[in-house]
């Protein structure tokens, strides 16, 4: 069965430090995406990033920072250097690969980490 | 990037009454739709995934005929809660996942949600 873990459910850094969102993650699958979420207290859920499963290349986007690792089977978010704005929750989810044209892969979402940022 | 829309984002009902939230896809065929529901300070949970023009599979514990699902046409799906109780009150969202330019099967772009109060 799939299943994504966020061992952390809240959070709480001072604006300008450094933190690390941990996501492990269980599947059977050799195929299959990974994502991070954004919520906001608005509720609608933004999209961060995706990455597969063949794709063990970390990532960087501005402060955030992604670090990916079969081994472990982990999913890792960094955000540096955070900001007030950064406070939300923060969503990693698993998704089976699509192999038909009207199947679209079902995702397991983590419990969430609740980010607070205080200034 | 593709755009899904919900409507209403808001509803207050009393107990008893039927609910219809719509889930539109705006700038893309939305072959498959999925609906969760998110109750306060808890993660996102699937209830059911429907394929345009099928019937749609629900997630175990979620009761058919409580919850209709229509997604009668590439770009719009429904969701209607009937006889709705306080214990439905929670946050709605629809996802979509299809074909355009630039979209792949196995991302879901989500809906900004709905907010449902059952008196």
């Known amino acids: 069965a799939q299943k994504v873990t966020q061992a952390q459910t809240e959070i709480s850094v001072v604006e300008k430090e450094d933190v690390t969102l941990d996501c492990v993650y269980e599947?059977?699958?050799?195929?299959?995406?990974l994502f991070w979420y954004k919520q906001p207290p608005s509720g609608e859920l933004v999209f961060l990033i995706r990455?597969?499963?063949?794709?063990?290349q970390n990532e960087i986007s501005g402060r955030y920072s992604w670090n990916f690792q079969k081994s472990t089977s982990s999913f890792n978010f960094t955000i540096t250097a955070s900001q007030v704005v950064d406070s939300a929750v923060y969503f990693c989810?698993?998704?089976?690969?699509?192999?038909?044209?009207?199947?679209?892969?079902?995702?397991?979402f983590g419990q969430g980490t609740e980010l607070s940022v205080k200034p | 990037g593709a755009v899904v829309s919900q409507h209403p984002s808001r509803v207050i009902c009393k107990s008893g009454t039927s609910v219809k939230i719509e889930c539109r896809s705006l700038?893309?065929?939305?072959?498959?739709m999925f609906w969760y529901r998110q109750f306060p300070k808890q993660s996102l949970m699937l209830m059911a995934t429907?394929?345009?023009?099928?019937?749609?599979?629900?997630e175990q514990g979620v009761e058919k005929d409580k919850f209709l699902i229509n997604h009668a046409s590439l770009t719009l799906s429904t969701l209607t809660v009937t006889s709705a109780h306080p214990e439905d009150s929670s946050f709605y969202i629809c996802?979509?996942?299809?074909?355009?330019?630039?979209?792949?099967?196995?991302?879901?772009?989500f809906g900004p949600g709905t907010r449902l109060t059952v008196l």
């Open positions: 996802s979509a996942s299809g074909r355009a330019s630039g979209v792949s099967y196995n991302e879901q772009f």
């Open positions: 700038d893309f065929q939305a072959t498959t």
């Open positions: 429907s394929n345009e023009g099928s019937k749609a599979t629900y």
């Open positions: 989810a698993l998704s089976e690969s699509v192999t038909s044209l009207n199947q679209g892969g079902k995702l397991i």
């Open positions: 599947t059977r699958d050799t195929t299959y995406y």
């Open positions: 990455r597969n499963s063949f794709d063990e």
